[in-house]
T-cell receptor
Framework: GAVVSQHPSWVICKSGTSVKIECRSL??????MFWYRQFPKQSLMLMAT?????????EQGVEKDKFLINHASLTLSTLTVTSAHPEDSSFYIC????????FGPGTRLTVL | DAKTTQPTSMDCAEGRAANLPCNHS???????VYWYRQIHSQGPQYIIH???NNETNEMASLIITEDRKSSTLILPHATLRDTAVYYC??????????????FGDGTTLTVKP
């Protein structure tokens, strides 16, 4: 199956700063990628659909100005958490695929 | 997307078969049933998927009822490393919203020695 990487795997930042998370496909070209967020002991929640060359589609309740998504190429999508706050601390996961979805290893964000 | 319901938790003895049920009574004709598992602090791992026929691969078997309203994931010989949260998801894999998944709470499977 496709190999999906995320960078960084974990990050700690101060409140008010912005953090960029990369989702990269190493062997697969994806016009669509998905971003999820997972809080402790909870399931994955879809945040947005990242579309190559066009604007992302956000799920209800997800602020598009806070979670900036850029899908500039078929192998890379980035999620930027702007002006991060402690409540943004979570596990962020991306996925992509044609048939089955392949998930990245996740990025753990801790905002102090 | 169709909603799925799964038992919150299950235990299984090491070496025995683990049978994980899933209900997806509102599944549409063009939606597939996918199973993933997630080990703590990792991304979900694909296990198996199917449309209406039973499927088997090196990891597991998937049994889908004839009316497609429920399915069962079978791990034939569970090991301690199979302890994880197992998610049953339904989604289309072609067309509009292909790949867009709604995760339920999953089943926490604990394999005991």
């Amino acid at each position: 199956g496709a190999v999906v990487s995320q960078h960084p795997s974990w990050v700690i930042c101060k409140s008010g700063t912005s953090v960029k998370i990369e989702c990269r496909s190493l062997d697969f070209q994806a016009t669509t990628m998905f971003w999820y967020r997972q809080f402790p002991k909870q399931s994955l929640m879809l945040m947005a659909t990242s579309n190559e060359g066009s604007k992302a589609t956000y799920e209800q309740g997800v602020e598009k100005d806070k979670f900036l998504i850029n899908h500039a190429s078929l192998t890379l999508s980035t999620l930027t958490v702007t002006s991060a706050h402690p409540e943004d601390s979570s596990f962020y996961i991306c996925s992509m695929g044609h048939n089955e979805q392949f998930f990245g290893p996740g990025t753990r964000l801790t905002v102090l | 997307d169709a909603k799925t319901t799964q038992p919150t938790s299950m235990d299984c003895a090491e070496g025995r078969a683990a049978n994980l049920p899933c209900n997806h009574s509102t599944i549409s004709g063009n939606e597939y049933v996918y199973w993933y598992r997630q080990i703590h602090s990792q991304g979900p791992q694909y296990i198996i998927h199917g449309l209406k026929n039973n499927e088997t691969n090196e990891m597991a078997s998937l049994i889908i009822t004839e009316d497609r309203k429920s399915s069962t994931l079978i791990l034939p010989h569970a090991t301690l490393r199979d302890t994880a949260v197992y998610y049953c998801i339904v989604f289309k894999n072609v067309g509009t919203n292909a790949g867009k998944s709604t995760f339920g709470d999953g089943t926490t499977l604990t394999v005991k020695p």
